[in-house]
Every structure is written in C-alpha cells, then in structure tokens.
C-alpha cells in the first residue's frame, strides 16, 4: 500500500470499510490506467520517428 493510499481513505472516519476498500482499488486502478497511457504515448511517439512521420528533434512526449 502506498502513502497517499493509506493517509487519506484511513483517515476519514466519514467512509465505511468497503467505501476505504474501494478507494484504494480506484486509486490503484488509476495509477495502473496512467502508466499504461503514459507507454502508449511514449511507444508511439518512438514508432513515429523510426518511421519518419516527425522529425527527429521532435519532443517523445
């Protein structure tokens, strides 16, 4: 469990066990969903140079 997982859902005492239990798949879920975006992006912007699409002094990001 990271930091920022376990500080805010555990603190709150306003949320249940399962609304906690929740909190921290989506969060782990949307770290996951971020990650996967951010290789998406990178692969593609590599795959566009190799083929020459952009120049190469274009920025990967």
């Known amino acids: 469990m990271r930091a920022d997982e376990a500080k805010s859902p555990t603190a709150d005492p ?7 239990d929740e909190l921290i798949r989506l969060r782990r879920e949307n770290r996951q969903l971020k990650l996967g975006c951010d290789i998406l992006s990178r692969t593609t912007a590599w795959f566009a140079r ?12």
């Open 14 to 20: 306003g949320l249940t066990a399962a609304e906690r």
């Open 50 to 61: 190799e083929t020459g699409v952009l120049p190469p002094g274009s920025s990967d990001s």
